[in-house]
């Protein structure tokens, strides 16, 4: 079991980073220290991490993943003994609009995250990617962790690419790695450019609500929390060089998605749902967007004791909350 004395953390102002960090810091067996490290980027948001702000086992450092000098530098100086490699562009459609920045964030600042432990090899890095890079599956099915890569957007293709760097800087410099592919996580404080606070973000605006297609993509739902959970259980015990998949057992059409997320808002807001129903618009789907992803927790489930706690319905109660606390000074109910 490692220690995880020193640990540092890229791109913890994210949605999922900031989610590891605060759990990191209020869990009782984790004494150690917490070094985040973001560039503050357009879904930065440092409000999510307010609870732990001043809490004396935690630094932020405003930089980039791609400063070599700046991540050695730290790395030094904090004597990091894990990383938690969060710091990703995510935004499929931000992909196909311009591959570039989904190249220099995702392939090469692992890649400089890599060389670094290069010269650091007592630590063990953690690479956290997506179900993504396996591509599509049809109507039945699931990804495990022997699935052939198949990505299909330029996003996925990014987050493969990377994943293969992890593996070779494994095998080729004997370094102590772990990868995990998660489903797509929703909960409080997911930058709105997401389905879900999109959603909720739109519907107190009575704005339409754009569904690619006829909504019939599925997706598996996985909660932030519970995703933060198991890439601990991973750091604290998880086999070097192996991968575990982290899915939330919830498989959902995006437009079952919606009624669900729209019934929670009409329970909680008190705003009409035939209403809300009216404002879901179809629109022309995304190029190459893939039919469906579903993952097998099995191993990470039997290894680490490991599986999903939150039911979708009580996440989106969690996540309605949240967005209608942060939003209420804007848009009235």
Not at 18 to 28: D, E, G, K, V, W
Not at 249 to 266: P, R
Request: charged share 20%.
């Amino acid at each position: 079991m490692r220690a995880l004395k020193s640990v540092f953390v890229t791109g913890g102002a994210g949605f999922i980073g900031s989610a590891f960090i605060r759990y990191l810091l209020q869990h009782s067996d984790f004494i150690g220290r917490v070094v985040n490290l973001d560039r503050l980027t357009y879904a930065a948001n440092l409000e999510l991490l307010q609870d732990v702000e001043s809490h004396p086992r935690y630094r932020f450092v405003q930089g980039d993943i791609n400063d070599q000098t700046l991540v050695e530098s730290l790395i030094e100086e904090e004597k990091i003994d894990t990383i938690a490699h969060f710091a990703a562009e995510t935004h499929v459609d931000r992909s196909i609009a311009s591959a570039r920045p989904f190249i220099e964030a995702n392939v090469l600042g692992t890649l400089t995250l890599l060389e670094a432990v290069r010269k650091f090899p007592e630590i063990h890095f953690h690479h956290v990617s997506t179900d993504e890079v396996y591509g599509m599956l049809g109507e039945s099915g699931a990804f495990n962790e022997s699935s052939p890569y198949r990505p299909n957007s330029p996003y996925a293709a990014s987050k493969a690419a990377s994943d293969h760097l992890v593996r070779a800087f494994a095998h080729t410099y004997k370094l102590s790695t772990t990868i995990s592919h998660c489903s797509n996580n929703y909960g409080p404080g997911q930058f709105p450019e997401k389905i879900i606070p999109l959603m909720i973000h739109r519907a107190f605006a009575g704005q339409p609500l754009p569904i690619y297609g006829r909504g019939a993509n599925i997706r598996d739902w996985l909660y932030v929390d519970d995703h933060a959970r198991a890439i601990f259980l991973i750091l604290r015990k998880g086999k070097s060089n192996q991968t575990y998949d982290i899915g939330g057992n919830c498989e959902l059409s995006n437009l079952e998605l919606v009624n669900i997320l729209l019934e929670t808002l009409a329970q909680e807001t008190g705003k009409n749902l035939n209403d809300l129903l009216s404002l879901i618009s179809f629109v022309t789907d995304r190029p190459g967007h893939d039919f469906r992803y579903a993952i097998d927790s099995s191993k990470i489930q039997h290894e680490l004791g490991w599986q999903p706690h939150m039911q979708i319905r009580s996440g989106l109660i969690e996540t309605v909350r949240w967005y209608a606390h942060s939003i209420v000074g804007r848009y009235k109910p």
